[in-house]
């Protein structure tokens, strides 16, 4: 059979999805391979010269729901091909089967078009949908009538006896790990009733024995001549916003180190790939295969990168281990840390980190001469604005770098059970308006709008550590101009950008203009949302004129937590990414009282915690 195996793009206010390799799909195209199976992979995320702001007659009605709750920002981007090149590919392929991935339940919506375009571009072709959406939301995706069936969990062994089921018409009653629509040619079902769930297919423990990922489908250059491993699966954890769990589960399963080292070799000399994302979900479990692995690369003298985009925690963290994984090539390390606070991550189930542990982990890296990271959240159910402004202080007075992420409710997960019982969320809920970035909920404490300023601050004080603590120094000795401030910012802000290697940071600030309405604070070109977000034309559609409206947020916060006096933004130049002018922001003082009580909480937060003895009760 004729398989082709998509990944659709993405829509919402923001999209933090970077370029990576289509692994799942790579995996499930060698195994169909291995069974006779015609395969082609399309990976939408991989277009982004495709990048776009959604225009206004084409916002679906949950997308106008979400730029109706959003605090600030009235636009909704196109990540990934448009709907016309994957239309195009889909009737090319001439495909018997089209599979799905859907990896994200927020944006659910753009898998549901894809699955009716397949039906209509190939009408007799199966659809069937997988991915971490389709198994902890399965029922939600049988509502669509052109999806066949949906793929629960691990998909590799589950799919290829799906399709043999196609191919001979056996009922899919007789199978594991799938969900399907009862009457519909697939059960033996005299009337039809509910639809039927298979029970879970056992998860693959020897992950050896699966075929490789079809990587010669794959257009590496697309990915920044990266490629991304799996070297195991599972995660013995039960963090409380996470759902690993639903599609690999929890006992550790892991590949040989010899194994890993193959693949890796393979990529460098067949497809001269030297930068590798280790995905795991929790790649430092079994230090001695860590060790192994590591000491591999070295024996073979592989002259590679790898990074963990999903992070490493900070348990068994070792001076050894920090040196085997240096010497063979880890960089571009972060550690999970979600919260300063050690009650609340008892709470979270992550009693085993903390930040004293994080901040010895990153000395242990630096030691070798390597850069780590903290990642923290920001918005938990019922967490106060102390507590959110108190994490991002510790974090700068503890000298390690960090980044924030908002909290969202992960359909599916403890947290999410626990937003519906404090009533944050309910049941009828659209999935869609749990989008990261959208901002559409309260979290029991502060409404949507407080936590989008909270946020804009911690990111704020992320990316500008040095600066806000220079502020603070700089506060004792006088009142401090927004002037000053913004020249002050100048300095720190192009100080970390290197033209030459830009890391695409969302706010780089290159000079400052006097106008009649106030100071404007001049975007770099290579350091502004639109760049980190490769949108090429966001002067276009619905809400594009501020379009970097978030990068002017992050540059007033910045400005009001050095100077002590509360400040807002506006977009008041929308630029093409990378244009040589840059986006430009007005930036002047608000009276909004709720902005400033707010960043006022950072200023007193970050005085208080410099003076131990001022922190009160």
């Not at 084409?58 to 196109?78: D, F, G, N, Q, V």
């Not at 970390?496 to 706010?507: F, I, K, N, Y």
Request: with cysteine; net charge negative; aromatic share 8%.
């Amino acid at each position: 059979m004729k398989v082709f195996l998509v990944k659709p793009p993405i829509r919402g206010c923001m999209v933090e999805i970077g370029r990576h390799v289509p692994i799942g799909l790579a995996y499930v195209s060698g195994a169909l391979r291995a069974a006779g199976h015609e395969t082609e992979i399309f990976d939408s995320l991989a277009y982004t010269e495709d990048n776009h702001v959604v225009p206004e007659a084409e916002l679906t009605a949950i997308e106008r729901a979400k730029l109706e709750r959003h605090p600030r920002w009235p636009h909704i981007m196109h990540w990934g091909a448009r709907m016309e090149r994957i239309e195009a590919a889909l009737a090319a392929s001439e495909a018997d089967v089209v599979g799905i991935s859907c990896m994200f339940t927020p944006y659910y919506e753009s898998a549901y078009e894809l699955a009716r375009m397949a039906k209509r571009v190939l009408p007799n072709a199966k659809v069937i949908l997988g991915g971490q959406h389709g198994t902890v939301a399965f029922p939600h995706v049988l509502e669509v009538p052109e999806i066949d069936a949906v793929m629960l969990g691990e998909a590799e062994v589950t799919t290829v006896a799906l399709l043999e089921a196609f191919a001979t018409g056996k009922p899919l009653t007789d199978l594991l790990s799938v969900a399907f629509r009862c009457g519909e040619q697939w059960c033996d079902c005299e009337t039809p009733g509910a639809p039927h769930v298979r029970p879970r297919a056992p998860f693959v423990a020897d992950l050896d024995s699966l075929a490789p990922p079809a990587a010669d489908q794959l257009d590496f250059a697309r990915y920044g001549n990266a490629v991304t491993l799996i070297t195991s699966r599972g995660c013995p954890f039960s963090c409380s916003f996470c759902t690993v769990h639903a599609t690999v589960g929890k006992q550790f399963r892991a590949r040989d180190p010899q194994r890993v080292v193959d693949e890796i070799e393979h990529y460098v000399n067949v497809h001269g790939v030297r930068r590798f994302l280790v995905e795991d979900d929790n790649f430092t479990f079994d230090i001695d295969r860590v060790h192994a692995i590591c000491k591999e690369i070295v024996r073979r003298q592989l002259d590679i990168r790898l990074s963990l985009p999903n992070g490493m925690t900070v348990v068994k963290l070792t001076e050894d281990l920090v040196e085997s994984m240096v010497s063979a090539g880890f960089d571009d390390l972060f550690l999970g840390l979600e919260t300063t606070d050690a009650a609340r991550l008892r709470k979270m189930r992550k009693g085993f980190t903390s930040l004293d542990k994080v901040s010895a982990g990153v000395a242990l890296f630096e030691r070798f001469g390597l850069t780590a990271s903290a990642a923290i959240i920001v918005g938990l159910p019922d967490q106060s604005l102390d507590a959110i402004v108190q994490d991002a202080v510790n974090l700068v007075l503890a000298g390690v770098e960090f980044w924030t992420n908002p909290f969202y409710p992960i359909y599916g997960s403890p947290d999410y059970q626990t937003c519906l019982s404090r009533g944050i969320v309910d049941p009828l809920t659209d999935p869609a308006l749990f989008d990261q970035f959208n901002f559409a909920f309260a979290n029991g404490v502060l409404d949507a709008d407080e936590l989008y300023t909270a946020w804009v601050g911690t990111l704020a004080m992320a990316l500008w550590p040095k600066y806000v603590l220079e502020g603070a120094q700089r506060r004792e000795q006088g009142p401090v101009t927004p002037a000053e401030a913004l020249a002050r910012l100048v300095e720190h802000s192009m100080g970390q950008l290197d033209p030459d290697s830009p890391h695409e940071l969302p706010a780089t600030v290159r000079a400052i203009r006097e106008t009649a309405d106030g100071l404007v604070a001049l975007g770099h070109p290579l350091g502004c949302v639109c760049v980190m977000q490769h949108v090429a034309n966001a002067e276009q559609g619905a809400g594009a004129d501020q379009f970097c409206r978030f990068a002017g947020d992050m540059i007033a916060a910045a400005v009001a937590i050095y100077s002590g006096q509360p400040q807002v933004s506006a977009q008041v130049g929308a630029q093409t990414a990378g244009d040589a002018e840059g986006c430009s922001f007005l930036v002047r003082p608000t009276e909004d009282e709720r902005i400033g009580r707010i960043q006022r909480r950072f200023v007193e937060l970050l005085d208080q915690s410099r003076e131990p003895e001022l922190v009160t009760a």
